[in-house]
């Protein structure tokens, strides 16, 4: 069972060290007990707590310093003073100097308890509330909608997973198939029976930053590290700590940073860049990709080693194309919640055939593509039911399928390269664009995603 907290105590008193340590302990925290003052701002930075707990008077050193200390160097925690003096004037001047509260000597085992659960509890309310700021707006698209025994089978192995509580799981599949979905479907459930009852969701997109800040996103690092490291900064493996790290494409990680990752999931501890502490970490790892990780070992672009250490457990997720049962019910579903979002309730459905004319296309953008096109009828559109009309064209007046135009094509005896005709059309779509790999996907049918893998992979930048 995870911890309820982190709790940093510090007195000279090394009986009263132990008697707060063991009730603190005993009382589900992680508690790190020191009696030597000395480098106490950076054994608090290394240790990471919600509390610290300072004595203020202590030889040759001022609690209410360190406390200003803690404060100047913006670390992240609550200071609660501990003094044997009881006067209104001391408390002030604690207060003043940033505490969150102070006890008195001797202790009333109970009362320290009320304060320092009362700290924790307040700063957790507030991570929560700011994580569900941050992810308020589009949270009701993250459910798993659908019918078809391919959705229901995916669900059950989510349900395994999560019951086991295995640290890592590599979730594959294209471009908008729903990847992160799944990924919070077992994180949800994960959180089932938690008397904590919240736990961080944290992803980063390994592809979207500069590979610079990729690192410090994923470890942290130290105030001073580098150049632009003007205070320290947990990565994202802190700050999920208890709860869940995504790493959006994965596939598109440096190798260097492949061997850390590594190193993380193998000895689930993180060190920030500058840093010579290793923080413990409690968090299960999303792996999403829509490369075939295979391929890219072969190639020597990932490393085998971190492939067999996320692949032991895999989630494929099918394109939509293939489970087309579910385009109905995710369409209908998608109606509903925009028509709520937008003030619009006059939606109550889609005609025969509009729900037709969903159902054949091959949706290359998966559900983020359908999700997209229902959600630009409900802002353009009036209608009570939503006709073929309200369609975008390339949905009403589909392209020939590629299956169709192979069909009138035939291989030569000598034989062809199938890369070599993919890079030829990539670079006629790419010239019938102008440029534009927007455009350019469109006509290939693919997603903006897959298409710029394609570009990097021929080298048609």
């Not at 900064?233 to 940073?257: C, H, P, T, W, Y």
């Not at 999303?286 to 989630?315: C, H, I, M, P, W």
Request: proline share 5%.
């Amino acid at each position: 069972m995870k911890p309820r907290g982190r709790i940093f105590l510090l007195d000279d008193d090394e009986l009263i060290v132990s008697m707060l340590g063991r009730a603190l302990r005993g009382d589900g925290y992680d508690v790190r007990t020191e009696v030597d003052p000395d480098g106490t701002v950076d054994k608090v930075r290394s240790f990471a707590p919600d509390v610290v707990m300072l004595d203020i008077n202590m030889p040759g050193h001022s609690g209410i310093e360190l406390l200003g200390e803690i404060v100047r160097e913006r670390i992240p925690t609550q200071v609660v003073m501990l003094t044997s003096d009881d006067t209104a004037e001391t408390a002030v001047r604690a207060m003043k100097a940033g505490a969150a509260d102070y006890l008195t000597k001797p202790f009333n085992l109970d009362e320290v308890k009320i304060v320092v659960d009362r700290i924790v509890e307040s700063a957790h309310l507030k991570n929560e509330v700011e994580y569900l700021r941050k992810f308020a707006t589009g949270l009701t698209h993250r459910e798993v909608v659908g019918k078809s025994s391919t959705i229901h089978k995916l669900k059950v192995r989510c349900e395994k997973l999560a019951d086991a509580r295995v640290p890592a799981v590599l979730i594959t599949g294209e471009s908008g198939a729903g990847k992160e979905v799944f990924a919070r479907y077992i994180h949800d459930r994960m959180q089932r029976g938690d008397p904590a009852g919240f736990a961080p969701f944290v992803g980063i997109n390994c592809a979207a930053l500069p590979e610079p800040l990729v690192e410090s996103e994923l470890f942290g690092h130290e105030k001073g590290a580098f150049t632009d490291a003007k205070s320290e900064k947990k990565g994202i493996f802190e700050q999920a700590n208890g709860g869940s790290v995504l790493l959006d494409e994965i596939g598109e990680m440096r190798k260097e940073l492949q061997a850390k990752l590594l190193r993380v999931l193998e000895e689930r501890t993180v060190r920030r860049i500058g840093g010579r502490q290793d923080f413990p970490i409690d968090a299960q790892v999303f792996a999403t990709t829509n490369r075939n990780l295979e391929q890219a070992v072969e190639k020597g672009e990932f490393r085998v080693d971190l492939y067999f250490r996320l692949n032991a457990f895999s989630l494929p997720i099918p394109p939509l194309r293939e489970r087309r049962e579910d385009i109905p019910v995710l369409a209908e579903h998608f109606l509903g919640m925009y028509s709520e979002r937008y003030g619009k309730p006059g939606f109550k459905g889609f005609s025969p055939e509009a729900m037709e004319m969903l159902v054949s296309h091959r949706w290359p953008g998966n559900v983020r593509e359908l999700r997209n096109v229902v959600e630009r009828i409900v802002v353009l559109e009036q209608e009570e039911f939503v006709g073929p009309e309200h369609l975008p064209d390339e949905i009403r007046q589909p392209r020939m399928r590629v299956e169709d135009m192979a069909a009138g094509l035939t291989i030569p005896d000598t034989g062809l390269s199938l890369e070599n005709v993919e890079r030829s059309l990539i670079a006629q779509a790419l010239g019938k664009a102008g440029g534009n790999k927007t455009v350019a996907a469109k006509l290939l049918g693919i997603s903006y995603d897959s298409l710029r893998y394609q570009v990097k992979k021929y080298g048609l930048e």
